[in-house]
């Protein structure tokens, strides 16, 4: 089995027995400008010719920091199944037409924010964002709205992919799989 079908199997899992809200999100750590590691939680929009989907602002902190450093790592905890994966990979900015794919999908609450808010900037006034929320909202309340150029996203394509089972022993099940020459090679690792 490949890494990506494992993923799948163990992602498929979650979401059929966990109670949260949001089995696909996972902790995306960039290289900061500052070279400490970023780290923020995303979610996971998809897995495209095995490679792992994240969206945003261009402009945002995340998006700054993979224009500059294209390595990035994505974590999952996943409780109701006790397994955990760990990806590092090399992230690229997705194509115009798949990001106007998963924008149109978002809700609109989303998609408004996404076009009015500069994520990440200082914030001076929260009555005077939800202000624009609310003549963005009535202005074109009967329109379907379009992506903005600096929403897209970024696919990432793994070289390391780790799954980790927790068992109560504490001899937890771990296995790494790089990509070596093409090939994905697997390891076993002590807990």
């Known amino acids: 089995m490949t890494p990506f079908e494992i993923f799948s199997q163990w992602f498929d899992e979650e979401c059929r027995l966990t109670k949260v ?8 750590s960039t290289i900061g400008v500052d ?4 780290a923020r939680f995303v979610s996971l929009k998809g897995i ?16 700054i920091e993979i224009g500059l450093a294209d390595k990035v790592a994505l974590t ?3 409780a109701a199944t006790g397994k955990q994966v760990r990806i590092q990979g090399n992230a690229t900015i997705i194509s115009n037409e798949l990001a106007d794919k998963y924008f149109a999908e978002r809700n609109r609450d989303s ?3 996404s076009i009015i808010s500069k ?10 964002l939800n202000q624009e929320y609310q003549e963005f909202e009535t ?5 379907v709205l379009t992506r903005p150029e600096n929403w897209s996203g970024f696919s990432i394509a793994p070289i390391r992919i780790e799954f980790l089972k927790f068992n109560p ?23």
Not at 139 to 143: D, Y
Not at 178 to 189: F, H, Q
Request: charged share 20%; proline share 7%.
């Open 21 to 28: 809200n949001i089995p696909e999100a996972c902790c995306l």
């Open 111 to 113: 998609q408004i924010v």
């Open 139 to 143: 202005k074109f309340s009967n329109q």
């Open 119 to 128: 994520q990440g900037q200082p914030l001076n006034d929260i009555q005077i």
């Open 169 to 191: 022993t504490r001899f937890h099940n771990r296995h790494l799989y790089e990509l070596t020459n093409g090939e994905w090679l697997k390891t076993a690792l002590q807990p």
């Open 76 to 78: 999952f905890w996943w």
């Open 35 to 38: 070279n400490y590691p970023n």
């Open 48 to 63: 495209e010719e095995n490679k792992f989907i994240v969206t945003g602002p261009l402009a945002s902190k995340k998006g």
